[in-house]
């Protein structure tokens, strides 16, 4: 809800290289309004929003701990754990259904968290994460210039 008016948000992006620009947002935008219509699935009105999850995604399947391996992060639980919910640090992989964190300021500390006991999870914005979302936009782009040379 925001204010008065539901809302429908949804995060998208491509599959074959995580990028979802504004032209990306729109089409998917067009075509699910069109689904909806037709389908009807909420009886009151609502506003769609789509978007993409920016480079300061929230991290919401477990998959996601591993793709996003030695970024910073800040993750959030649904319970006090050693006197705390939240948590800052790098993501240092998955094992066993739990997430590691190497925590900040607690050199040599790493936390192993139940991905079950994550309310919220997202990345933080670094140096490194702007870095690697400039290189897969280049590569995106050299790609769709490729293609396009090809036809």
């Known amino acids: 809800m925001a204010g008065n008016r539901r809302t429908v948000q949804i995060m998208a992006e491509r599959v074959s290289d995580g990028l979802m620009g504004i032209e990306n947002c729109e089409q998917l935008s067009r075509e699910l309004s069109a689904l909806m219509e037709v389908e009807d699935p909420l009886a009151d009105p609502y506003v769609l929003e789509v978007s993409s999850p920016g480079m300061d995604r929230p991290l919401t399947d477990y998959a996601d701990f591993t793709t996003y391996e030695g970024y910073l992060a800040r993750l959030e639980l649904d319970r006090m754990v050693e006197g705390r919910k939240r948590f800052r640090g790098v993501l240092a992989g998955v094992e066993d259904g739990k997430v590691d964190i190497n925590l900040d300021g607690e050199s040599e500390h790493t936390a192993s968290i139940p991905f079950d006991w994550i309310s ?30 090809e036809e």
């Open 120 to 149: 919220e999870a997202k990345l933080l914005i670094t140096d490194e994460l702007v870095a690697e979302g400039q290189r897969k936009k280049e590569a995106a782009l050299a790609a769709a210039k490729a293609s396009e040379e």
